[in-house]
Each structure stands twice: as C-alpha cells, then as structure tokens.
C-alpha cells in the first residue's frame, strides 16, 4: 500500500507581495510533481491562517493511494463541509473550520462572505498569484474572477469600483485598467492582463 504521509511539497518559488506594506515574502504552495502523471497527489487542509501562508497542511493524504480521497459533502454546494477520507477514517470540516485546503497542486481559500457581497460564502481557487492574488469560485459564482491583496485580506469582486477603491492611491495604475480595451478577467497566453498592469504600476512602485 502507497503511504498516505508524504514530505513536504515543493514551492512554485513566485513571491506574493502584501499591497501597501512593503514587499513580503510569500511562497504559494504548488506541486511540481502535478505534472507527472506518474506522481501522487497531495490534498491536505491548512487549519489556520498561518499554516496558509506557511504551506502547513494538516490531515495530508496521498490521493493515488487506495481508498484515500479528498471532497465535498452532498449537497457540495449547499453544505460547503470538506471531507478527507482514509481507509481507516472520515474527517469532515465544515465550511469556517479551516482556512483553506490543497488537491493536486490547486490551492483553495475558504472565505465567509460578508453583508457587502463583495464575495459570498464560499472556496475559491487561486488562479494567478502576483502582486495580487487572482481567484475564481469553485461553487457559486460561475466564471467570474475575484482578488485580493494578501492572503489574508478580504476577496472582492474583479470591478472596476472595487479595484477604485482599494488603489486610490496609485492613479496610473487605475488610468492603465480604466483604457483596457478588454474586461478586467480577460487573459492570455502569459495569464491575468490585469496582473501585467498591476506589475507595471504598482510593483514597479513598491520595489
């Protein structure tokens, strides 16, 4: 049988920078052993906040293993409750009780929503990791994008009042998305659009 307990994960090596506070030293947790298809699969939780930014999983499993699996409760989108499964045992985390979880190099933040809607209750997937961290909703809100800028600070909707408000005080930066002739999630073969502008203007400030 596979072990289930595996060494710890290598980092994709990309710096992510909290917004207005210097630049800070992040390194966003990705297996590069996700593509090879010979490789196992890591799923894990992060508890805390810190063990998220830490790349400290809890409750790791190998999910090329038999029987070991990570998913969601039935109904996924309604129970939002976690579920790491091992021969032995099944542990389950409802949606609050951990801050994020791991599957295959795919990394996923739990966020309660709040009264402004800015984002609802929900898991969402870390797209593009930069100056800002780019995410989508894994369950309620289609393809649409969302930011943040930290790991730790509040994920809004990708709008044009939002990003207003959050870089009021880096105009060229603003001027640069208010002149995008496409929309604020659009990519291309290189990501996030937004994410070079960002770099340009913001980045480029705060080095």
């Known amino acids: 049988m596979i072990s289930p307990i595996v060494h710890p994960a290598m980092?994709?090596?990309?710096?992510?920078?909290?917004?207005?506070?210097?630049?800070?030293?992040?390194f966003l947790c990705i297996l590069s052993a996700h593509a090879q298809k010979t490789d196992p699969c890591i799923a894990g939780v992060f508890?805390?906040?810190?063990?998220?930014?830490?790349?400290?999983?809890s409750y790791k499993?190998?999910?090329?293993?038999?029987?070991?699996?990570?998913?969601?409760?039935?109904?996924?989108?309604?129970?939002?409750?976690?579920?790491i499964v091992t021969p032995d045992s099944t542990f389950k985390f409802a949606?609050?009780?951990?801050?994020?979880?791991?599957?295959?190099g795919r990394v996923y933040r739990f966020y309660p929503g709040g009264k402004e809607l800015n984002a609802q209750e929900d898991f969402y997937k870390i797209e593009e990791a930069g100056g800002l961290i780019l995410?989508?909703?894994?369950?309620?809100?289609?393809?649409?994008?969302?930011?943040s800028t930290s790991l730790t600070s509040s994920i809004r909707r990708l709008t044009l009042r939002n990003l207003k408000?959050?870089?009021?005080?880096?105009?060229?930066?603003?001027?640069?998305?208010?002149?995008?002739?496409?929309?604020?999630?659009?990519?291309?073969?290189?990501g996030f659009l937004i994410m070079d502008l960002y770099?340009?203007?913001?980045?480029?400030i705060n080095k």
Not at 47 to 57: C, S
Not at 135 to 147: C, K, L, N, Q, R
């Open 61 to 83: 499993i190998n999910t090329a293993a038999k029987d070991y699996k990570l998913g969601f409760t039935f109904p996924a989108d309604f129970t939002l409750t976690l579920k």
């Open 135 to 147: 995410y989508s909703s894994v369950f309620v809100s289609g393809d649409e994008i969302f930011y």
């Open 11 to 26: 980092s994709l090596g990309r710096f992510l920078r909290h917004v207005g506070s210097g630049v800070v030293a992040f």
């Open 199 to 204: 770099e340009e203007s913001v980045s480029a």
């Open 47 to 57: 508890i805390t906040q810190d063990d998220f930014i830490n790349d400290h999983l």
């Open 165 to 190: 408000e959050d870089f009021w005080n880096y105009p060229n930066f603003i001027a640069k998305i208010e002149k995008m002739k496409r929309r604020l999630a659009d990519r291309d073969e290189n």
């Open 95 to 104: 949606p609050g009780s951990i801050y994020g979880f791991s599957e295959c």
